[in-house]
């Protein structure tokens, strides 16, 4: 059995929810925080991949990455980092498609987080920086690992973006959902049953995590807040 | 000595103030809506008045004039919040040193030499040193009281503010917390500003008053003496 589309998915899969991890909590608290006129097209346009086509954001991507394309020649030529049709355009389209679903989580979580322990924390002399690492990140912690478990599984199961900017290269940018949709059209129904089963199994696992760590925390935190926590309103 | 003149333009009224605050407890006095929060606020640097002066024992905190306005984490005062706001996350001991690692480096040095109290002094001395290993959630309302109290102290500040911090209590509780305030700002010596809507309370605390009452503008009744 051809293990590599699974290996290269858990790679691809593991690489995009660091960054989505940091970038989308990053953007959820400045967000949280700051004021700006076009902030609501900000948060749209980063919404949006959650309603698009696939094929549209791979249309999207390919127009910015392309070999032509102002970001993509100037990754090849001048960093010599070549993007599409790798491993690494498979990581740019999960991070593309997962970041919808971080950001949310993470906005939801923050605005839990009751303003005025982060004022007495101010006024108890902490650093902003601080008060987010002792404050607000602990209370937000539950929704903010619900986003990175709902994006780990969104990046393993992403497929159209994938296909339109990696392309399907066994072996090199060949991840699962690609692996299964070409398998089952060239009739080999036991590779494609194979890797159906790999992933129904992967994303059952995080569904199932998400909602027993809420099911816990709820229990613990009604007593402690006596309120819902934020992210438990996804499923 | 606090000196506080300014002004805060509020969504329906504006707020001006001019008060001097040397010891004791002055009390903010007026209905609900009449800004007596946002004069806290702007004391302890989480909101902005919109002119005017601020100074505490000859610091300047805020001046429109001179353009200076030091943020709330350097001004040193206590702030103890209306509905307590204990880190959940944390035992009333962890919420009660919070304050205390705020500060860093030769400060920091400083700070801990001049403590005359150490954390469980502090908890014995608001006697709750048995509930330190509890988290806000298994409090009762005077304990939590008492827990938000001993950590706006533990950070040794020069002004402690307290925004209604009994309204929440029962009448017994409130009762014996009054004469500990009483008893506690005797002993610390530092000037609190507490916050109130109970003619009782103003009755019980108050050494001086400031009444706030809605309108265009706010009439101040500075220094009037109630006890002393």
């Known amino acids: 059995m051809n293990m590599h589309p699974i290996i290269l998915s858990i790679k691809v899969a593991l690489i995009s929810t660091i960054i989505v991890m940091l970038l989308g909590t990053a953007t959820a608290w400045l967000l949280c925080r700051i004021r700006f006129s076009g902030k609501n097209i900000l948060e749209t346009v980063i919404g949006l991949p959650l309603v698009l086509p696939p094929t549209v954001i791979g249309f999207g991507l390919l127009l910015l990455f392309g070999r032509n394309a102002l970001l993509g020649s100037f990754l090849e030529n001048t960093l010599h980092i070549q993007v599409v049709f790798t491993w690494r355009a498979a990581v740019i389209a999960a991070v593309v498609v997962s970041l919808p679903l971080m950001y949310r989580s993470a906005r939801a979580a923050f605005e839990t987080v009751d303003g005025n322990l982060e004022s007495a924390a101010r006024t108890l002399g902490a650093s902003e920086l601080r008060i987010f690492l002792t404050v607000t990140l602990p209370l937000a912690l539950p929704g903010i690992l619900a986003g990175i478990l709902l994006a780990f599984a969104r990046a393993l199961g992403e497929f159209g973006a994938t296909l339109m900017l990696a392309g399907n290269i066994p072996g090199r940018t060949q991840t699962i959902p690609l692996a299964i949709f070409f398998a089952a059209e060239s009739g080999d129904m036991r590779t494609a049953g194979y890797l159906v089963a790999v992933i129904t199994l992967a994303s059952f696992v995080v569904t199932y995590s998400i909602n027993a760590w809420f099911g816990r925390k709820e229990t613990q935190f009604s007593r402690q807040r006596g309120e819902r926590n934020a992210g438990s309103d996804f499923y | ?228």
């Open chain 2, 1 to 228: 000595m606090l000196a506080a003149t300014f002004i805060k333009n509020l969504s329906e009224s504006r707020l001006e103030l001019e008060f001097t605050l040397n010891n004791g407890i002055l009390v903010l006095f007026g209905p609900s809506g009449a800004g007596k929060t946002t004069v806290l606020q702007c004391i302890s640097g989480l909101a902005s008045p919109d002119g005017g002066y601020i100074s505490l024992n000859g610091r300047t905190f805020y001046s429109s004039e001179h353009k200076i306005n030091i943020p709330a984490r350097l001004r040193n005062i206590g702030y103890v919040f209306q509905d307590y706001a204990l880190f959940p996350h944390m035992t009333v001991k962890q919420n009660a040193m919070y304050g205390v690692r705020g500060c860093k480096g030769k400060d920091r040095g400083d700070k801990v030499k001049r403590y005359r109290l150490t954390v469980l002094e502090v908890l014995e001395m608001l006697k709750i040193t048995d509930l330190q290993d509890r988290y806000p959630a298994q409090l009762s309302g005077g304990e939590k009281q008492r827990a938000a109290l001993a950590r706006a102290l533990m950070t040794e500040p020069e002004l402690l503010l307290l925004d209604e911090p009994l309204s929440a209590l029962d009448d017994k509780t409130r009762f014996q917390l009054q004469k500990e305030l009483k008893k506690l700002q005797r002993e610390w010596e530092i000037p609190f500003i507490l916050v109130t809507h109970s003619r009782s309370e103003l009755k019980a605390l108050g050494d001086q008053a400031l009444l706030l009452t809605n309108g265009r503008q706010y009439r101040s009744l500075t220094e009037i003496k109630i006890c002393n």
